[in-house]
């Protein structure tokens, strides 16, 4: 879509240029302000593709939280998303930026005064794991296709859910030798 003007994103207020899919650009024949407090939605996918915000005019990045919902899949071991692009952006950088997934860690740039970058780095599932058999799970999931499993691991958005879902698929009868030696002396 088009916004023709100028938009300020205050405190709890919510920038979303589109839905999962198709992915979206939302085009503003103006200025853009994101003050503290606020949000800027952003869907990503591991091809590549992502919504975008472009302005004619500045960026004013004086607060303001990156929120990325990655859409679940083998990312590359990193990934570049071009996010805002504007006519000049001032020497503002957004607050901060979140993922939805422990397997991806997110990172802003603004290698020029007309963008803003987003990096997703990815991680193995291997890297949530603390056991052995959590260890080959997650290497087996890593090494297959992209299936309902790997999705389900993926969006675990904490380490101790990821290793809880690695001990539910591993077929481990107990969870660790604590609870082996506590279930022999029975």
Known sequence: GTLIGNFVAADGGTIAPGAATPFSTLHVTGDGQFNVGSFYNVNVNAAGQTDKLALTGTATLTGGTVQVSAQPGFYAPQTNYTIVTDGTRNSTTFAGVTVNSIFLTPTLTYPSQQQVVLTLSA???????ATPNQTATANALNAGSFNALASAIFTQTT???????FNALSGEIFGSVQNTLADETQ
């Not at 991680?123 to 794991?129: E, G, I, R």
């Not at 380490?159 to 879902?165: D, F, I, N, S, Y």
């Open 123 to 129: 991680l193995p599932f291997s890297s949530a794991a």
């Open 159 to 165: 380490v101790a859910g990821a290793r809880q879902a």
